[in-house]
């Protein structure tokens, strides 16, 4: 099993071109969560998807977009980047096919993504 | 879900038994303590989770108090490896309307020396 992939591993924008993070879980998972963290900070929710076909804001939605492809994928898209979305993304994924096992998330290696 | 609060630094030597606290003072009776680490930049890992009663796991153990206001993390014998940032989340049961949704705080930084 790969567990959790993110793609790409590394990307520098300038302000305002647009680009979509890719993440699969290969782990049947229901649900699945991008976060952001910025340098010393920690992770913070920006949309998550309980189950496919649903998807909900986090804590710092603004500026991204979301789209649960399927049960595996789930992608995150920056339409008009910023300085301030310059951070680490990582993308995460949970619950069993029953809907238990929702107590450990696995989470993919990140992206760092710079916008100049 | 309730806040946590932990030092934001400790050292450990190698071989030694690391003890990282966490306050949780508002913790209410449906919630859960759950212990993540992440080393150096890459993805967050699950440690440990508990109610009230102690936890055991291959990794780490949980005390938590009887009044549940506060918990420590043990590593017994620490390791260069576990270097990292641990992080202390409370959160509502597991599998409810919270989704499992994680609230990251700045965690503490544990460095392990040789």
């Known amino acids: 099993n790969a567990g959790v992939t993110q793609t790409p591993k590394f990307q520098v924008l300038k302000t305002g071109q647009s680009m979509t993070l890719q993440c699969a879980q290969d782990?049947?998972?229901?649900?699945m969560y991008w976060y952001r963290q910025d340098p010393g900070m920690g992770l913070r929710l920006i949309y998550y998807s309980a189950s496919e076909g649903t998807t909900d804001k986090g804590e710092v939605p603004n500026g991204y977009n979301v789209s649960r492809l399927n049960k595996r994928e789930f992608s995150l898209r920056l339409e008009s980047a910023a300085p301030s979305q310059t951070s680490v993304y990582f993308c995460?994924?949970?619950?069993?096919?029953?809907?238990?096992?929702?107590?450990?998330?696995?989470f993919g290696p990140g992206t760092r993504l710079t916008v100049l | 879900d309730a806040k946590t609060t932990q030092p934001p630094s400790m050292d450990c030597a190698e071989g030694r038994a690391a003890n990282l606290p966490c306050n949780h003072s508002?913790?209410?009776?449906?919630?859960?303590v759950y212990w993540y680490r992440q080393i150096h930049s890459q993805g967050p890992q699950y440690i440990i989770h508990?109610?009230?009663n102690n936890e055991t796991n291959e990794m780490a153990s949980l005390i938590i108090t009887e009044d549940r206001k506060s918990s420590t993390l043990i590593l017994p014998h620490a390791t260069l490896r576990d270097t990292a940032v641990y992080y202390c989340?409370?959160?509502?049961?597991?599998?409810?309307?919270?989704?499992?949704?994680?609230?990251f705080g700045q965690g503490t930084i544990l460095t392990v020396h040789p």
């Open positions: 995460a994924s949970t619950g069993g096919a029953s809907g238990s096992n929702w107590n450990e998330q696995f």
């Open positions: 782990m049947n998972h229901n649900s």
């Open positions: 508990g109610l009230k």
């Open positions: 508002t913790i209410s009776g449906n919630e859960y």
């Open positions: 989340i409370v959160r509502a049961r597991a599998g409810g309307t919270s989704y499992g949704k994680l609230t």
